[in-house]
Antibody
Framework: QVQLQESGPGLVKPSETLSLTCTVSGGSVSSGSYYWSWIRQPPGKGLEWIGYIYYSGSTNYNPSLKSRVTISVDTSKNQFSLKLSSVTAADTAVYYC????????????WGKGTTVTVSS | QSVLTQPPSASGTPGQRVTISCSGSSSNIGSNTVNWYQQLPGTAPKLLIYSNNQRPSGVPDRFSGSKSGTSASLAISGLQSEDEAHYYCAAWDDSLNGPVFGGGTKLTVL
């Protein structure tokens, strides 16, 4: 049973960089069958796709966030990570990592989510 | 503003059948399959329906999905109190090369 677990600071100051890590257990981030994705949900709002990474390191980002986002993968630690720079209060959200099947394009496994608040 | 359009709310009484609509465009629903996620209060979304009308193991057959053209719908029959949740539609978008979501529908069981 694959499980995903987000980790990282719950509070980030405006203009700084948000950094989160997703640890994969029960499966391998090196699997060629999946993209590894980040999705966020502002308080009381809907879901927003941030981006995804393939085990090879190839990435795709939401154009609305592309200039500020970097997603990376560490196959030795079975983890993938999110960095979002120059954050503002609008980046306050629950951040989820999720697994997306290549070619089937749905998120079948989600982490529990981690709340990140941007405030001074 | 979400790419896919859903009604913000829906409601029904126990035992009733309710449907939730989802509207998109040719670059997402029109050319890819639709998935539905259920989000219970305070929890992560959970895959409810995939590939338009398929249920993952463990999802009751009270839940069903359909798609026609650039629209899709989720139907819940025999409504139960535990179905009270937010429901999100999603589809891959060829222009984005990534998933797009609806704004979510809050289902209330009266």
């Amino acid at each position: 049973q694959v499980q995903l677990q987000e980790s990282g600071p719950g509070l980030v100051k405006p203009s700084e960089t948000l950094s989160l890590t997703c640890t994969v257990s029960g499966g391998s981030v090196s699997s060629g069958s999946y993209y590894w994705s980040w999705i966020r949900q502002p308080p009381g709002k809907g879901l927003e796709w941030i981006g995804y990474i393939y085990y090879s390191g190839s990435t795709n980002y939401n154009p609305s966030l592309k200039s500020r986002v970097t997603i990376s993968v560490d196959t030795s630690k079975n983890q993938f990570s999110l960095k979002l720079s120059s954050v503002t209060a609008a980046d306050t959200a629950v951040y989820y990592c999720a697994r997306v099947g290549v070619g089937i394009y749905y998120m079948d496994v989600w982490g529990k989510g981690t709340t990140v608040t941007v405030s001074s | 503003q979400s790419v896919l359009t859903q009604p913000p709310s829906a409601s029904g009484t126990p035992g009733q059948r309710v449907t939730i609509s989802c509207s998109g465009s040719s670059s997402n629903i029109g050319s890819n399959t639709v998935n539905w996620y259920q989000q219970l209060p305070g929890t992560a979304p959970k895959l409810l329906i995939y590939s338009n009308n398929q249920r993952p193991s463990g999802v009751p057959d009270r839940f069903s999905g359909s798609k026609s053209g650039t629209s899709a719908s989720l139907a819940i029959s025999g409504l139960q109190s535990e179905d009270e949740a937010h429901y999100y539609c999603a589809a891959w978008d060829d222009s984005l090369n990534g998933p797009v979501f609806g704004g979510g529908t809050k289902l209330t069981v009266l």
